[in-house]
């Protein structure tokens, strides 16, 4: 039996620059051509603007299904920014899981380099703003259509036209859509035992483990 993994189809960086007003952004994201360098930082080349809510450790590299770009098509139909992977700032567009199948821990092959999951991307008002509308954050808020961050565990490089394959899975009753709905889909008030575990489990990333702890009272 083949083992669980995904696909790649596109490796994107990109840089600050200026986004709304005085504000910066480096959610706009190009393809990368050949090998790409992947550090504790994440990619070689991608940088981001605001150091307080993106990057480090626990926000490394940025994944977003593209399994989820045909709903999204219908929701927004002729949408230019869905022609094409790096609609919503990922570094890796990838096919094959989506939340419900991508667990807290997970580990990945990523070309040479090994990743984890450390938690899901909690949407800001960038993703509006991007798009132009009000209702791409609340969307996914409902949805759980939020893609995932990974820490990196070993460096290495990764292309594009390769596959990720699940090397570990520590944590298989916490798949991300799970760990989103209790966090930041309101799910919490329906099981407070939950969030209480995942307030003490090491491996999800600090912030929500702050929010849990917050969360549970």
């Given at each position: 039996?083949?083992?669980?993994?995904?696909t790649?189809?596109?490796?994107?960086v990109?840089?600050?620059?200026?986004?709304r007003?005085?504000?910066?952004?480096?959610i706009?994201k190009?393809?990368?051509?050949?090998?790409?360098?992947?550090?504790?930082?994440?990619f070689a080349?991608?940088?981001?603007?605001?150091r307080?809510h993106?990057?480090?450790w626990?926000?490394?590299?940025?994944?977003?299904?593209?399994?989820?770009?045909?709903?999204?098509?219908e929701?927004?139909p002729d949408?230019p920014l869905l022609d094409a992977?790096?609609?919503?700032?990922?570094?890796?567009?990838?096919?094959?899981m989506?939340?419900?199948?991508?667990?807290?821990?997970d580990r990945?092959?990523?070309?040479?380099?090994i990743v984890e999951?450390?938690?899901?991307?909690?949407?800001?008002?960038?993703l509006?703003?991007?798009?132009?509308?009000?209702?791409?954050?609340?969307?996914?808020?409902?949805?759980?259509?939020?893609g995932?961050?990974?820490?990196?565990?070993?460096?290495?490089?990764?292309e594009?036209?390769t596959?990720?394959?699940?090397?570990?899975?520590?944590?298989p009753?916490?798949?991300?859509?799970?760990?989103f709905?209790?966090?930041?889909?309101?799910?919490?008030?329906?099981?407070p035992?939950?969030?209480?575990?995942?307030?003490?489990?090491d491996v999800?990333?600090?912030?929500?483990?702050d929010?849990?702890?917050?969360?549970?009272?």
């Amino acid at each position: 039996m083949s083992r669980p993994h995904m696909t790649i189809d596109a490796l994107l960086v990109g840089t600050p620059v200026p986004f709304r007003g005085e504000e910066y952004s480096a959610i706009a994201k190009i393809p990368v051509e050949g090998p790409v360098r992947i550090t504790w930082d994440g990619f070689a080349g991608n940088a981001v603007a605001d150091r307080v809510h993106h990057g480090g450790w626990d926000k490394a590299i940025h994944l977003y299904p593209q399994d989820h770009y045909g709903w999204w098509r219908e929701s927004k139909p002729d949408h230019p920014l869905l022609d094409a992977p790096g609609a919503f700032g990922e570094n890796i567009a990838s096919r094959g899981m989506t939340e419900d199948d991508l667990c807290l821990g997970d580990r990945f092959s990523l070309g040479s380099a090994i990743v984890e999951v450390s938690h899901g991307r909690q949407p800001c008002w960038k993703l509006d703003h991007r798009f132009g509308t009000r209702d791409v954050m609340a969307t996914i808020v409902k949805t759980g259509r939020c893609g995932i961050y990974f820490r990196v565990i070993r460096e290495g490089e990764a292309e594009a036209g390769t596959r990720m394959d699940l090397l570990e899975r520590p944590l298989p009753d916490w798949p991300i859509a799970r760990v989103f709905r209790l966090l930041i889909g309101g799910g919490h008030k329906a099981d407070p035992d939950a969030v209480r575990t995942l307030a003490a489990t090491d491996v999800l990333a600090e912030a929500w483990r702050d929010r849990a702890r917050k969360l549970a009272g």
